[in-house]
């Protein structure tokens, strides 16, 4: 009987161990900052354009500027 009580603790053990990594594993996962693209580095400035992958003034007519996706 205590032969079988030990195994069960070894399970119990593995089990909680397991959980352990897995929650440390997850818990350094990065958040995402922000879901629009950086611009090419330098200082960003008036409306990102989709259409282009860049900031500009806004008056592009055939780009979009809002996230409709």
């Known amino acids: 009987m205590s032969t079988i009580k030990r195994i069960f603790s070894f399970i119990k053990a593995g089990g909680a161990f397991l959980g352990t990594i897995v929650g440390v594993l997850a818990s350094t996962d990065k958040p995402k900052i922000s879901d629009r693209p950086r611009g ?19 008056a592009d007519p055939d780009g979009w500027y809002e996230d409709d996706m």
């Not at 580095?41 to 860049?54: A, V, W």
């Open 40 to 58: 090419d580095g330098s200082d960003l400035f008036g409306e990102y354009n989709f259409r282009t992958g860049r900031s500009d003034s806004g």
